[in-house]
């Protein structure tokens, strides 16, 4: 471990004034006299750490708190990741006010460095310092302010889209303003993700290993309907798509799970159409995005820059990095993004096209003990209307980091793109029904086939 008193040895670390500058932008200790900083640095101790490195384990006195100055920690809980903790970052000083003790273990998650400062020095300026003791009480009531907000943010989910008597649901159609989409390009083991389809749909033929892992970032979406006037809501979501064909060998997209961080976003999409949705928290920080759930770490996904792209290079390097530069040479990367291109202009004669996305709508029969036993089971197909789309990128040198040994999915990230987009959704089609159809036991082209001549429109 590599420690130091800051009064002590301060040439031979080069990064040492630039934390120390860093320092006295921390809630804590900002707006320090001269003197008060002099005090306060020379009972401070400097260290660096290095990945993977313990800070401290849970349920450890808590007798320090951490100013990180450079890196993220890694907070750890009975052995899972629970989340990660960047600089600049006040850590630990519930712990050392309330004396009960460390609630995690905290980990370098790369390389790091911070001032720790113990107990005694933190009681001595806090009695001597008024404005260090006024930063400490505007820090905790921040903290405290942060969480009304979050409990009236979660009131305010359940309550925006509802109308009175009966606790109905604002109908739609429902519109998705103008938003940010990040797509990375996944490539994963073929028989896990052909596990994962539900009878009557299948891998697409070149892209069986293939699926694509999305971050949006809804500034608002609303309802068309009058009843929905001045009502709308924000917010964020993972969506893992895997390409898929259908019923009469139509292409789509299958959704196995979505993860908005927006109470109201996952009651509407279950009460109206049987997304299989569960809370997910994602944070978008520069060029990377964290995703976790259940306060647990699920992945990181990040890239090294970002280009803008034409139409036209959009589509023809998602084509080629999809499919790989063999089965698409460069004729075909031209046609490609040409009829994108076309497709897509603004002018286009031809109405923007509407994205198929197919779910499993699983309802389970309360009356039954067993576990696999449904009410409603059935394939759904809602159709997405896109709006507007534009603003297309390329994200060089993609990565996605799997932190979670439990997550159904994982892979390795060969592409990435950002696109800005608007879309409008109604009312969906159910397909198979399979508690009633036959077709629903099997797969492939022949339950496709079943599937168009048995289903039935229903009400």
Known sequence: MNRKKTGSRRANHRHFEESVERLWCFDLLNGLSEDEQQTALSQMVFRELEPGETLVCEGDPGKQVFFLSEGEIAVKSQGHLMGLLEAPRTIGLVALLDDE??????EA???????????????????????FARNVARYLVKELREGYEREKLFHDHLEDFFLSPNARI?????????????????????????ALLPPGLSPIPGLSDMYLLTFSFF??????????QNKSFRYNETVPFIPVLGPCLSPGAYCAELYPDNVLAILLGRELYGFPKRHGVTQRSGNRVDFAMADRMVARASFADRRAATPAEF???????????????????????????FLFRPDSPLPLPFVRLFLHKQIPDVTSTEVNVYQVDELVQLPFKILSIGGYQLLRKPEVRFFDPNFFLAGEAIAAFSLTMSFEFGAGEHLIDYLADEAGEGGGLLSWLQGAVKRQPKS
């Open 315 to 341: 589509a023809s390097s998602f084509a080629s990095e999809a499919l790989g530069e063999a089965y698409f040479p460069e004729v075909l990367k031209r046609i490609s993004g040409a009829a994108y291109e």
């Open 109 to 131: 998650f790369g390389r790091c460095e911070l001032f720790s400062m113990d107990e005694p020095a933190f009681e001595h300026l806090f009695r001597h310092s008024a404005r």
């Open 101 to 106: 003790g460390r609630t995690a273990t905290l």
């Open 170 to 194: 604002v109908p739609g159609p429902y519109r998705a303003d103008p938003f940010e989409m990040l797509i990375f390009l996944m490539k994963w083991d073929s028989a896990r993700l052909r």
């Open 219 to 228: 500034p608002s979406l609303t309802t068309t309907n009058p009843a929905g």
